[in-house]
């Protein structure tokens, strides 16, 4: 049953009297929400949606779920998102609603463990569905909610959801961000959208709707003469009262803020994931020249690598001053691919380490030396050497300090070329709650960078470690 013309206002008053934000205020439709929404309610079949973040669409979409649920008879509304973390979060925001408003209470009830909301009156429900999962098929909904389709590797939730549309006569809305790859499955429903008659442009605000009514586009982006650093032309790409140029500028003014994070998610720009990690320019000034390292230095260690045809390396951090110095490398000559890391002369290099200086703390990349890694944290202890697994959020956090201190000066290094051409070849890639380090091609090496900021992080903890201050030798734990 699609939605009824006209019924925009009574979605507005709905939401006005029953949805309540976290901070208690109500839920009160904006002109551009009104807007984006406006052919959903004149009974388009698929709206696309692409706005910047922090403009609200997961609170608009929770909302527009919880309408669905109260309006339609045994309302089958499904909720559709690259994963099933980021398909919880708008499903948390509608639960969210609930729990703070009697009236959605009386009507609705949420199963968490289920991942659904059930209506007390009918059949009627809202479920989550991820593309990682294979759930979805046979789905007919009344009400298809696709999140952040920038995200998802291929088209087959949307696929699903857009073919089992018919039997109910049901509806879809998508808002995303900007994609990164123009081939992507949104990337491709765009440029479709691009192509129909009647494409229509107000300020920074494109429009376009297909004749019959099947599908509509409206996307908030600047345009690619616009000057990504003029925060009042930033704004007119970010419609919400609350994206102010003040919030916008201290946005692009943050030093965790990526040039290509910025392009795409504050100015609608399309733009690859992968862009460099820290630029010569801000990384060359901070090495310094006639280093002296004295036996005994109190120093932290990174250590990650690979077994064939990569790289190994250990960097050490000196905790005085944060400088940044490789303790060993080892790289597998261009072209070689049967290459083996010699695996006693790391043993060896560990050992000179432990021996020559007071290693306060090591952060030690586990996966492909596990048992090497045991028997140094035999033969060391803790806290010099540490398991830091770097396939979760941890690491995420600890690349974006040391970045960030990078930006601000708080980093030295001796100006070593491996140390350097690894941090210099390191792209970000972006990932669920932040990025990840990536390498441009097999053949360029970034494990130095990764036991970089591995050092740089157990510097930071090690400093933070108030028995460091109360030791009287390097070593004393």
Known sequence: MPAAPGELGTFARFCARLMTLEDGRPLELEPFQKQLLGDYFDGVTETLVLISKKNGKTSLLAALALYHLA?????????????????????????????????????????????????????????????????????????????????????????????????????????????????SPLGLMRSAAHRLPGLTREGRHLYARAGDGSFALHEWALEETDDVDDIPTVKLANPASWQTVEALAQRHNSPSMLPWQWARFACGLWTGAEAWWIRPEDWHPLAVDDVHLARGDRIAIGFDGSRHGDATGIVGCRLEDGLLFPLGVWEAPKGVREWEVPASEVDAAVANTMEHFGVCRGYFDPPLWQSEIDAWGREYGEPAVVRYPTNRSRFMAAAERFRTDVLEGNVRHTGDERLTRHVLN????????????????????????????????????????????????????
Do not use: N
Not at 122 to 151: W, Y
């Open 71 to 183: 309006r339609v008879k045994d309302a089958e509304c499904v909720i559709g998102a690259a994963s099933r973390d980021q398909a919880s979060i708008l499903f948390k925001q509608a639960v969210g609603f609930i729990s703070r408003s009697e009236g959605l209470q009386q009507r609705m009830v949420a199963k968490g463990g289920y991942r659904e909301i059930r209506s007390r009156e009918d059949a009627g429900r809202i479920r989550v569905l991820a593309a990682d999962a294979d759930t979805a098929d046979g789905v007919i909904p009344t009400l298809a909610l696709v999140d952040e389709l920038h995200r998802h590797r291929s088209a087959g939730l949307y696929g699903v959801f857009r073919d089992g549309l018919g039997p109910r006569h049901g509806q879809m809305v998508t808002i995303s961000t900007a994609g990164d790859h123009e081939l």
């Open 426 to 477: 390191a792209q970000v890639r972006e990932t669920r709650g932040g990025y990840w380090l990536d390498k441009p091609a097999q053949a360029e090496k970034i494990d130095l960078a990764v036991a970089a900021v591995l050092a740089y992080e157990a510097r930071c903890d090690a400093l933070a470690d108030p028995r460091l201050y109360r030791s009287k030798v390097p070593v004393s734990f």
